[in-house]
């Protein structure tokens, strides 16, 4: 069985979380990282969220194993895509918090454009932010213990939300 989804007020302390995992991928990663962003909920001051740092390392699409090959060598396990193309997922290594989830993304990812421009929206639009937070705590209500289902109930939001503004970049 899973967590419970719960959904907690924004912690100013997440953009601290994520330096401190950005310092040490980014260190294992080396050369090879173009960047490591800050993604979902957590990167996006002022909103409620799950209290879990999703970052992603981004690297030139030549350089996908090689990176996925050093994070390895740190202690995270290689997942593979999980059904999502243009991002491989990593278990988190024995020791450290489990409050953090990490991917691997080529720079001509969709599904990284797709996360920067989301994240990027939720941050320029307030009324926006506002609405993703009340449907999340809604279905966290109702889909407790049924992880899929809640990701599934907010497709549709991530997906509109995403759209409507130009393909985001990764930060320099």
Do not use: C
């Not at 967590?3 to 601290?16: E, K, L, N």
């Not at 390392?57 to 996908?64: G, L, T």
């Not at 990176?67 to 390895?72: S, T």
């Amino acid at each position: 069985m899973t967590d419970p989804i719960v959904i907690v007020d924004y912690d100013p302390g997440w953009p601290a979380e994520f330096e401190r995992l950005r310092d040490r991928t980014a260190a294992a990663v080396g050369e090879l990282a173009i960047a490591v962003e800050h993604v979902g909920s957590t990167a996006v001051p002022g909103l409620a969220a799950k209290p879990v740092i999703d970052l992603v390392v981004v690297v030139a699409p030549i350089d996908v194993g090689r990176a996925v090959e050093r994070l390895v060598a740190i202690g995270y396990t290689h997942l593979g895509n999980l059904g999502v193309e243009g991002r491989e997922a990593f278990s988190v290594p024995p020791g450290e918090p489990r409050h953090h989830h990490l991917y691997v993304s080529p720079t001509n990812s969709e599904e990284l454009r797709a996360q920067l421009a989301f994240r990027d929206n939720l941050r320029a639009d307030a009324a926006l932010a506002a609405d993703y937070e009340a449907l999340k705590r809604q279905l966290a209500e109702r889909y407790r213990n049924d992880r899929p289902g809640y990701t599934d109930a907010k497709t549709e939001f991530v997906t509109r939300a995403s759209r409507s503004s130009a393909p985001a970049s990764p930060s320099p």
